[in-house]
């Protein structure tokens, strides 16, 4: 190789520049070695070498700071160095001088060191120095890196990086990776055990019930994302005095915990039914067992009674968007009826409103998981509720409910990923040959 910093054998000089050339290499030289212990800062490595004839050792400024040594004490000689090294890595040290002292060959491991009580993970890099300047990589060397005759170990090189920020750095990596599959089955098992419960308390949401004169039908759709299943909750059931109780709700929350308040609020509705009271009364009472029995939660509702018979449908809301009235191929909200959510305050008068239905008629109530998003505002998301909703084939709404709820929920964008929703629909059959 062309010695070009100290001026050896082929480099270039320029005439007359003689005396300056001696003071020109010793300054790029000084600069190399800036550079050099520079980079090994930032590497956070240095070198080392032991003489094996001499005893002599020589140490990198950087190689001190890694081993925690004072420069004053000077560089370790090898035995000294297994006094650095942590008991249970002494082997693999013995094990690398062994290569590179009798077989003459590069060898390489980490191994762990304590500086100043910290225990800290090294890169280890041995190489022999060869008699003669010679290397372990040097063509002088025999098949295999086997020593020729005239070729001897003289020395030992080394190279030692610290490596315990990366070894911490991963270990906190496979811990996060640990605790994320660790909450993913967690969050598995919790939305098994949360739609089990569910489904405990809900009847079928899948599915018609056919009554006189009305067919009703009902979709819970279920948050895709699991910390997002909540308190929605329904029941459409016919009473002793003929007439149908049709009712959807949501309580505050997600999780177990709403899960387990919507089935108290929906337990609750089921017995109070029997008192005969209007859906204005019901609202009242439930807002007293919210306030007084289910402290710091509050819930929406719309409640309603219809009347086969004369086709006449009685509600109230408590905080809940008002129902949907699909007639003759247009859909409408019907007038919000005045109420505040369950839970809001005490002594709450609850508005009854009634309309009567017509034949062909089909009404939707809906939690507010049908029509909000987190990308889109609540009106943006009623709209397409209402075009959808318009859009239904009149026989379907007659026929085949299932399958209007289907097609409804498509349209509009399949499930909400953040809340579950609840919808029920309300059909009023054409009576054959009208």
């Known amino acids: 190789m062309v010695d070009v910093i100290s001026g050896g054998p082929g480099q270039r000089r320029r005439p007359g520049a003689a005396a300056g050339t001696s003071h020109q290499g010793t300054a790029e030289r000084e600069l190399l070695a800036v550079r050099l212990a520079h980079a090994q800062r930032l590497g956070n490595m240095g070198w080392a070498e032991w003489d094996l004839r001499t005893g002599a050792a020589a140490w990198s400024d950087q190689v001190y700071v890694i081993f925690g040594r004072d420069p004053s004490e000077g ?20 094990q690398l001088l062994l290569t590179v002292v009798h077989e003459a060959e590069a060898a390489q491991a980490e191994m762990r060191i304590r500086r100043g009580g910290e225990l800290r993970n090294l890169r280890v890099v041995l190489e022999p120095l060869l008699s003669a300047g010679r290397s372990a990589d040097d063509p002088g060397l025999g098949p295999g890196g086997g020593l020729r005759a005239a070729a001897t170990v003289r020395g030992v090189h080394a190279v030692f990086q610290d490596i315990t920020g990366r070894r911490r750095a991963e270990r906190i990596m496979s811990e996060s ?104 009364g019901l609202l009242a009472l439930l807002n007293d067992l919210v306030i007084h029995r289910l402290e710091g939660t509050t819930a929406t509702a719309v409640i309603g009674h219809l009347d086969p018979s004369a086709r006449v449908f009685s509600w109230a809301r408590a905080g809940n968007l008002a129902p949907i009235l699909v007639r003759d191929g247009a859909a409408r909200q019907l007038e919000q009826a005045r109420g505040l959510l369950l839970g809001a305050a005490g002594d709450q008068a609850y508005h009854l409103a009634s309309m009567e239905l017509q034949e062909g008629d089909l009404l939707l109530m809906f939690t ?67």
Not at 374 to 403: C, F, K, Q, S, T
Request: glycine fraction near 8%; charged fraction near 25%.
């Open 177 to 280: 990776r640990r605790q994320l599959l660790e909450a993913r089955v967690k969050a598995a098992e919790e939305r098994h055990v949360m739609l089990a419960l569910r489904e405990a308390i809900l009847p079928d949401p899948v599915g018609c019930l056919d009554l006189p004169r009305t067919r009703v039908a009902v979709r819970y759709v279920p948050a895709e994302k699991t910390a997002s299943l909540g308190g929605d909750w329904f029941e459409a059931a016919p009473l002793p005095d003929g007439r149908v109780l049709l009712a959807i709700g949501d309580v505050s929350g997600h999780g177990l915990p709403a899960i387990a308040h919507m089935a108290q609020l929906r337990h609750a509705l089921v017995g109070l039914t029997m008192t005969g009271r209007p859906a204005s």
């Open 75 to 94: 560089p370790a000689d090898l035995p000294e160095l297994a006094g650095l090294v942590e008991p249970d890595d002494l082997r693999m040290l013995e």
């Open 368 to 434: 507010d998981g049908l029509v909000e998003r987190r990308n889109r505002d609540i009106d943006e998301g009623m709209a397409l509720v209402l075009a959808a909703a318009a859009r239904l084939p009149a026989d379907d709404l007659h026929l085949g409910l299932d399958a209007a709820l289907d097609r409804l929920l498509e349209e509009i964008g399949g499930p909400n990923p953040e809340d579950d929703a609840c919808l029920l629909a309300v059909g009023i059959p054409e009576r054959p040959g009208a």
